[in-house]
């Protein structure tokens, strides 16, 4: 046949279908998008500086463009706020892709905030002592020289360091921005893989105990990518079951409220078996990035091998991320589901709360007792989860913002105690701390009290709140074991307090470096977090009560 006729061919058949409707322009709305776009455009302009900046000006040009990124999108979240987005003007954005609602907003800006600070720590270049001649950080050299390899001593000897970590840090929370307000499964994935990819990279990129570092990078990627398999599956399924991933359509098609249903997807349409493992498959894949048992396997490891900074960074601002998401998919997308999820969540709540606590005790490297310590803190928030009520959202909104300050700042100290091998994380070498550098103690006093909970702490104040939203919410039983796993926990944190303050000092023990500002300001706004949080919590209360009605 030859090529007219098949042209002509199909020309007859278009022409005796129905005449094609036009494609609609996209409508997106920039301005209610701006945080997100604002930190990818920095991020952008970051690979830009890596190719064209001389080797010697890229560190500034790097952290001036993250700071004026995070601060420039910070500020857009708090005009979004005052313009109404996070009550009456809430509104689904980006056709359909992104809610714009209080909890969106309140999780974005804690996360901007937590990576700004976070930042500050990358950024740090005084604790390590100058290798020839230069100024070096906590990441190494040359990321791709092979560890102890010829080429990794020369670019020390050269002075190069690893300045692509800041773009990274920013793609890192563009998705993170993204996670908490995506309004239709597709989106929830790529937010996934656009925060999880960078926070590979970053994990393997430690200065010292470089090998330690890739395994912690190999760990974390694997299993990554197990649970984002198992996250793709259930949003499958959940096309199946719905015909759709936007989230109204499948909470409706859960109520059964559905009004103009898609004959090709009649016949599998409100198949429960689909719904069930398909819902149970993304909780899975959320419950793996907060750190929830039994998906909690990676996280000890990654935080002890990742580069100290990082993993203050990643232990705040993807739980943040992650909580965020998982409270938008079981609070707007299956309420009608309820009754299937809250038995498992109970179950899932209290291993992990006892789980953390008591596995913790055992611990003798301060990364991974911090480790557990973040397990556990899960299980708290997942209380708050489960109470469904509006009182639970805001509740986990504030422990959330609480938990992000402490948490980097914890780490930010645990980056100061060094020896000649770097960070001195184990426990024996903490002794006596208190007698060499009481401020410093002092400080990792307040954050490891806030931890525990004790009252004047932010701890206090967010347990509070997250264990009475539970109690009303009807899971009394719940809160009960709460208290139980954080007496336990209590136990481990003033242990560290008594090794700091009531031992001997060993002669041959770490040193206390002294850091630059940036990593100062870090541990200042971290303690300052910690105690007006839990001195005059109200008014961040009442933000967070504000801003916890997810638009529908």
Known sequence: MSASAVHSLWTTAATAAEPISKIDSPKIEYGQLSPTLIVLGAAIIGVLVEAFVPRKHRYYAQLFVSVVALAAAFAAVVALAEGGYGTTKARIAAMGAIAVDGPALF????????????????????????????????????????????????????????????????????????????????????????????????????????????????????????????????????????????????????????QNVNPALADTMGNDALLLVGAAMIVMGLLFKVGAVPFHMW??????GAPTPVTGFMAAATKVAAFGALLRLLYVVLPGLRWDWRPVMWGVAIVTMLGGAIVAITQTDIKRLLAYSSIAHAGFILAGVIATTPDGVSSVLFYLAAYSFVTIGAFAVVTLVRDAGGEATHLSKWAGLGRRSPLVAAVFAVFLLAFAGIPLTSGFAGKFAVFKAAAEGGAAPLVVVGVISSAIAAFFYIRVIVLMFFSEPRPEGPTVAVPSPLTMTAIAVGVAVTLVLGVAPQYFLDLANQAGVFVR
Do not use: W
């Open 107 to 258: 999780l974005q800006g804690t996360i901007l905030l937590a990576a700004l600070v976070g930042l500050f720590t990358f950024a740090e270049r005084r604790l390590d002592p100058e290798v020839h001649g230069n100024r070096v950080d906590s990441f190494a050299a040359q990321a791709a020289s092979v560890p102890g390899s010829d080429s990794e001593q020369a670019a020390v000897k050269a002075g190069f360091t690893t300045t692509e970590v800041f773009p990274l840090l920013l793609f890192a929370v563009a998705g993170m921005l993204v996670f908490p307000s995506a309004n239709d499964l597709l989106t929830l994935f790529i937010a996934l893989e656009v925060f999880s990819l960078p926070l590979y990279l970053l994990c393997a990129l430690a200065r010292r105990k470089r090998l330690m570092s890739q395994e912690a990078a190999v760990k974390y990627f694997l299993l990554g990518a197990f649970a984002s398999a198992f996250t793709l599956f259930g949003i499958a399924l959940l096309y199946g079951y719905a015909g759709s991933v936007s989230y109204g359509t499948i909470a409706q098609v859960v109520d059964g409220t559905i």
């Open 299 to 304: 996280t000890p490891d990654v935080y002890q």
